[in-house]
């Protein structure tokens, strides 16, 4: 790696790929992939294999995580390749192996491309031709159409891009069955109203990061008080796809129980945010310690939400 090494200016600062030879080592190939996130994406999409009617042999399930795995550290590892010019100017980002040097971007791009590609292969050699089309869709959707088209363009970036990180119950679960249903459909639903309040809570507080790079997410276009209604509002929307589960008599008191306790937290938490002491131009006077509590939590929700499914799927 690290043949081709054109140094790049990128804003006012000029980032030297020598030390790509000499600096990168294994831990930057793996947090390129976005390794933390892959974790609870790869989950998503578990549940749905899980849940899934039919059968699927153990080791296909195995290679279709694989995939989902492969496939979301790929396309996350394009992203890294493109923003490199934004993550440089935002301090929660500057460190990342690309910002700081240490691998050359069109390494990182071919890795990113080649990984993504090894996983449709794999997915469509292993299972079926629906499942691989649906981790192709999603690549390109997190690739292009959020990283390169939506994310820069306008402050609903990540409602419709959230649709690409919505994919793996679905994959999961056609991976199994080879074709779609209502079930995964609304799983798909609540990662999907998951995403705003999981993004925006974030973007509270790395408001000043991404305005600074030029990034127009909806605090910096709209301001924090129109985001923390944004924030309750899709969170509500969010409880009631969340519980449909039940009414549908697809889940169990298990569920519901589960469901009802995290959706009433979710709520709070964003009642909280939308609460939480502010200047007149709408900055937290308390570091957002409201929107960062909301952020962890909702990581949590997602977690335990899913949980609860297979729970229920196997009492
Ligand atoms: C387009 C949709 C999404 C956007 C824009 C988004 C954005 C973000 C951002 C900016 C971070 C902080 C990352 C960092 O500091 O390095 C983050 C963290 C995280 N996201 Fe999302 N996210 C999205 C969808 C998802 C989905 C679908 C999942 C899983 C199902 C997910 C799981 C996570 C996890 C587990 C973390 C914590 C990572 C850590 O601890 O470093 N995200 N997300
Ligand atoms: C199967 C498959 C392809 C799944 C994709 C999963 C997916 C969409 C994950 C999105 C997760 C994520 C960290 C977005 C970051 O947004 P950002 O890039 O704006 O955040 P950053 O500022 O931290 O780079």
Same mark, same amino acid.
């Given at each position: ?216 997410? %909806?605090?910096?276009? =709209?301001? /924090? *008080? $129109?985001?923390?209604?944004?924030? !309750? #509002? +899709?969170?509500?929307? &969010? ?45 937290? %006077?308390?570091?957002? =310690?409201? /929107? *960062? $509590?909301?952020?962890?939590?909702? !990581? #949590? +929700?997602?977690?335990? &939400? ?10």
């Amino acid at each position: 790696m690290g043949q081709s090494l054109a140094d790049e200016t990128i804003g006012s600062k000029r980032i030297r790929y020598d030390a790509a030879v000499v600096g990168s080592n294994v831990k930057d190939w793996f947090v390129l992939l976005k390794p933390r996130v892959i974790s609870l994406v790869v989950f998503t999409g578990i549940v749905g294999i899980v849940l899934a009617p039919g059968h699927i042999n153990p080791i296909l399930a195995l290679i279709s995580i694989l995939c989902i795995c492969m496939a979301s550290g790929g396309a996350g590892a394009i992203n890294m390749w493109y923003d490199r010019d934004i993550d440089q100017i935002m301090q929660r980002t500057i460190t990342r192996p690309l910002p700081a040097g240490r691998v050359n971007p069109n390494d990182a791009l071919i890795y990113g491309i080649g990984v993504s590609v090894l996983s449709v292969i794999l997915m469509f050699l292993a299972t079926n031709f629906l499942t691989a089309a649906i981790l192709a869709f999603s690549i390109f959707f997190y690739s292009v159409v959020y990283t390169i088209w939506l994310k820069r363009s306008t402050p609903q970036n990540i409602v419709i891009g959230g649709a690409a990180g919505a994919f793996p119950p679905l994959i999961g679960w056609t991976s199994v069955t080879g074709s779609m249903d209502l079930f995964p459909i609304i799983l798909f639903s609540i990662t999907f109203l998951w995403t705003p309040p999981h993004f925006w809570s974030l973007a509270l507080y790395a408001c000043k990061d991404y305005g600074r790079a030029g990034i127009p997410m %909806l605090p910096v276009v =709209k301001g /924090a *008080r $129109h985001t923390r209604w944004q924030i !309750l #509002i +899709y969170t509500i929307i &969010l409880a009631i796809v969340s519980l449909s589960p039940v009414y549908l008599g697809y889940t169990s008191y298990i569920y519901m129980g589960t469901a009802i306790l995290l959706n009433a937290g979710f709520i709070y938490m964003a009642i909280k945010v939308l609460l939480e002491k502010q200047t007149p131009e709408g900055l937290s %006077l308390n570091n957002d =310690k409201a /929107a *960062r $509590h909301s952020f962890r939590f909702s !990581l #949590i +929700y997602l977690f335990l &939400l899913f949980l609860a499914l297979i729970i229920d799927h196997f009492v």
